[in-house]
């Protein structure tokens, strides 16, 4: 949260310079409060698992979150009981008529298949085209992240010669930026994919910018210039034993897949994982909710339309999902 001085304060301006968030008096006086309306669109198959990950990072932080949980329509989950869907998840045509501060869009272990090929692809695409008009600020993970750059800005994924899985050095390309504040130079993030979007595509977007790279995974953060919707390229939010799950479940199937990198002490399956992202990746959760989403959101969420230029979609289903 912001260090809120008296107006004029000759301190401002050493601490704005400094990179530090301050709140003068004449801006705390005019700010309105309420609950932050986020909605995570979880497309991971382990959906309980999602669940706790990302609301564990989203909980940590003194502001007030209203999460629900949406599901698409055109796929059929094999590994969550229809009853929890139906008792904690909503659909998209019970939301297309409301407002939302925030979005988190998950990643999906379908990287291999095109974008097209995959079977709710178009119901996905109808979601991420509303949520430009009816979410303030979208963050998009993994395959997530893959499949917005791709349909937000036709950049293409590419297929690695092996699946990157591991904890990978990522660096901090601007420092300035508020997604990163209190970061180090360096950070630690786990990956777990076959594909990657490459950076001199991303960077011949004039609408996007690369916060952030690893050196051996690649691009790791990426925003809109107008900080309306993040790609983030790795799994932050991942616990500690996520990649030695999915390790030892390829074992088990005969994949015969590589260790993960510099997760397992000494590079040894037979012992537990090093956690050392977790500092970092509850930083960057926090970044996004309070800079991107709390601190720059209407009070009127509906004005959430304004900021795309075009005027929300007619419904039918107004007031569904309350």
């Not at 097209?116 to 997530?144: F, K, Q």
């Not at 937000?152 to 997604?179: A, C, D, M, Q, W």
């Not at 960077?203 to 990426?222: N, T, W």
């Not at 260790?259 to 960057?284: C, G, K």
């Amino acid at each position: 949260m912001p260090i809120k001085i008296q107006d004029g304060l000759p301190a401002q301006e050493i601490l704005e310079n400094e990179n530090i968030f301050v709140m003068t008096e004449h801006r705390a006086s005019h700010q309105d409060i309420r609950p932050l309306r986020l909605l995570i669109l979880n497309l991971m198959p382990t959906k309980v698992v999602t669940e706790t990950q990302l609301l564990r990072k989203l909980s940590n932080t003194p502001l007030q979150i209203e999460v629900e949980f949406l599901q698409v329509a055109s796929h059929t989950t094999k590994n969550t009981s229809a009853e929890h869907l139906e008792t904690f998840y909503t659909t998209f045509d019970a939301v297309k008529s409301r407002f939302f501060d925030g979005m988190i869009i998950t990643g999906a272990p379908v990287e291999l298949l095109d974008f097209e090929d995959v079977d709710y692809w178009p119901e996905l695409c109808d979601i991420m085209d509303w949520s430009a008009r009816n979410v303030h600020c979208t963050l998009h993970i993994c395959w997530g992240a893959q499949a917005g750059l791709y349909h937000h800005y036709n950049i293409g994924k590419r297929e690695l010669p092996k699946k990157l899985s591991g904890v990978f050095e990522n660096r901090v390309l601007k420092p300035t930026s508020p997604f990163f504040r209190g970061f180090d130079d360096t950070f630690t993030a786990p990956h777990s994919r076959y594909t990657e979007a490459v950076a001199g595509d991303i960077l011949d977007r004039a609408e996007l910018e690369v916060l952030s790279d690893s050196p051996l995974a690649g691009v790791f953060a990426v925003k809109s210039t107008d900080s309306r919707r993040f790609f983030i390229m790795g799994h932050p939010e991942y616990d500690a034993d996520t990649l030695s799950l999915e390790y030892f479940r390829d074992v088990k199937a005969g994949l015969n897949p590589e260790i993960p990198q510099n997760y397992f002490e000494n590079d040894d399956p037979s012992r537990p994982p090093r956690v050392t992202w977790r500092s970092h990746a509850q930083l960057m959760y926090t970044n996004w909710l309070n800079y991107y989403v709390y601190q720059s959101t209407p009070f009127d969420i509906e004005k959430i339309a304004e900021e795309s230029g075009e005027p929300p979609e007619p419904s039918l289903d107004f007031g569904a999902g309350i």
